[in-house]
């Protein structure tokens, strides 16, 4: 099983970046799809998360309105971005793509309820 991020990279505040995680190596039917970041210093924390349809997401409240998770399950690699707007420097951080089964939303925003991870794209944001 493979979850690889890409998209990370150096941006002005104010700016955007779209970050791509490609999940493949097994089925992804049912599970949750979800981004978390760390930035240096500080432990890993949620950023959004989306359902297996696609239908429904959940951001934490630092992102909300500025951030948008999407899923494209149509090819056997799964696809998940996270569109970030209107950056800022707190946004600093490794980002991290991953999948597991949640059974509800309290759950998803917790770390070790997420069976797969990918390697992290860093994304920094200048002020």
């Known amino acids: 099983v493979q979850l690889v991020e890409s998209g990370g990279g150096l941006v002005q505040a104010g700016g955007s970046l779209r970050l791509s995680c490609a999940a493949s190596?097994?089925?992804?039917?049912?599970?949750?799809m979800a981004w978390f970041r760390q930035a240096a210093g500080k432990e890993r924390e949620f950023v959004a998360g989306?359902?297996?349809?696609?239908?429904?997401?959940?951001?934490d409240d630092s992102v909300k309105g500025r951030f948008t998770i999407s899923r494209d399950n149509a090819k056997n690699t799964v696809m998940v971005y996270l569109q970030m707007n209107s950056l800022k420097p707190e946004d600093t951080a490794v980002y991290y793509c991953?999948?597991?089964?949640?059974?509800?939303?309290?759950?998803?925003?917790?770390?070790?309820?997420?069976?797969?991870w990918g390697q992290g794209t860093q994304v920094t944001v200048s002020s």
């Open positions: 989306v359902i297996w349809s696609g239908d429904r997401s959940y951001y």
């Open positions: 991953a999948a597991g089964v949640i059974s509800r939303w309290s759950a998803a925003m917790s770390q070790e309820n997420y069976d797969y």
């Open positions: 190596g097994r089925t992804f039917v049912g599970y949750t």
